[in-house]
């Protein structure tokens, strides 16, 4: 295995000046906000000014920070805003699929600068995967600094970036982070691909106002993603929002499981094909069975609302579980939630508390396919400027021994 060339100077310059618990204030706040004026970020950080004149001068000669143009002047000359560099470096992120591993490279502003798709053969083998990864990597180190990978796989990942397990390609205890690295150059952060998502839409998507708020992704499989209180619950293994496998009907059809009545066999692709195959559509696919839905076929129709219903039924023990302020709907099945958002919709609303049902926004994700990118671009973006994942935006907390006034 190769390692991961890197060009050290500047990164590990910045990498030190991090670690000063006052320097990654100036940089959360500018990161998390607008381009400001050396004043307001001193008197938003509550440091005194010559404190950050001093980090922002060293953070401006490692390349991290910029100066962004001239604000409005409050009575003598137009102050220079500062901003992060959004082309410091770049990350780069990483889906791994059963039958495919999508990757791109992002800027620190997750502008995409270039991105691939590689067709695996079934059942790929861990080795397969990483030379894959690795191979987009060094494509795209011809563009410059990679600061960090960032991976989304589905299943249950432990804090330390491990696949615990993965139903998808049936992996146990694959510590990719390490096996990536290799050399120890380039920092890989590994996260269950639905909490990527929902960390992207809490941070650009539809979840940006909601301090509170369940992703949930239908297509092959369904999942979750739990925001709580501003921060993504990830449970004791990381299994946190599994929801795929809950039980609506003991008495329900097979699950791929093994079990009956699982939330899966029910609304996901397993269940739209098994509607299918009772329906004898020609072609035998999903796509076939919504053009079916777009004509008003009422057998079709049917199909979906019954999933509509079901996955209703199941976001709604969630809802009266957690009370979340909303539901974000995501996943492959999206570009099919015409027909079936509104039964879900109704059937969540019907069984929720009348109080919590008027409260709550049940929503589309608004990042698309490239939503599961970009979360796990963020995983490395954050990680690598050392910022806290955690996103609150009512009440947060207040900010507690950044520093004291120098002057
Ligand atoms: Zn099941």
């Not at 310059?13 to 670690?19: A, E, G, P, T, V």
């Not at 083998?125 to 990978?149: A, N, P, R």
């Not at 195959?277 to 199909?303: C, F, Q, Y």
């Amino acid at each position: 295995m190769k390692n991961f060339p890197r060009s050290e100077d500047s990164l590990s310059i910045s990498r030190d000046l991090m670690q000063d618990f006052n320097t990654r204030a100036v940089i959360s706040l500018l990161y998390n906000g607008e381009p400001m004026p050396r004043t307001k970020i001193a008197s938003k950080t509550g440091l005194a000014p010559a404190t950050i004149s001093n980090i922002t001068s060293r953070l401006m000669s490692s390349g991290l920070i910029v100066e962004a143009g001239v604000g409005k002047s409050t009575g003598g000359r137009k102050p220079t805003l500062l901003d992060i560099n959004e082309k410091f470096g770049y990350v780069m992120a990483v889906k791994i699929e059963a039958r495919r591993v999508i990757t791109g490279l992002y800027d620190l502003r997750t502008n995409k600068i270039a991105g691939g798709v590689t067709q695996l053969e079934p059942e790929p083998v861990v080795e397969t995967v990483l030379e894959v990864i690795k191979s987009d990597y060094e494509t795209y180190l011809k563009k410059g600094d990679i600061l960090g990978v960032g991976v989304g796989v589905s299943g249950l990942i432990s804090d330390e970036g491990a696949i615990i397990y993965t139903p998808i390609l049936e992996w146990s205890n694959v510590s990719l982070a390490d096996d990536l690295l290799s050399g120890k150059r380039v920092p890989v952060v590994v996260d269950n691909d639905v909490n990527a998502l929902t960390l992207a839409e809490g941070w650009l998507g539809a979840g940006r106002s909601y301090d509170d708020f369940l992703c949930i992704t239908v297509g092959e499989g369904i999942g979750a993603g739990l925001m709580i209180d501003g921060a993504l619950h990830r449970g004791a293994l990381g299994g946190a929002g599994e929801i795929g496998h809950i039980t609506l009907d003991p008495n329900g059809p097979v699950c791929r499981c093994g079990e009956n009545g699982c939330l899966e066999a029910l609304a996901s692709d397993y269940f739209l094909r098994n509607e299918i195959e009772k329906l004898n559509l020609k072609p035998a696919t999903i796509d076939h069975l919504a053009d079916l839905a777009k004509k008003n076929e009422a057998s079709a129709t049917e199909v979906f609302r019954k999933m509509g219903r079901n996955l209703g039924l199941g976001i709604k023990n969630l809802v009266n579980t957690l009370n979340p302020e909303a539901v974000l709907l995501g996943g492959e099945r999206l570009s099919e939630a015409n027909y079936f958002m509104p039964e879900m919709k109704q059937e969540v609303l019907n069984h929720s508390f009348p109080e919590e049902a008027r409260e709550l926004k049940i929503v589309r994700t608004e990042l698309g396919k490239e939503g599961w990118l970009i979360g796990a671009a963020l995983l490395s973006i954050r990680n690598f400027l050392n910022l806290p994942l955690h996103h609150k935006v009512k009440n947060p907390a207040p900010r507690q021994g950044i520093g004291k006034k120098t002057t």
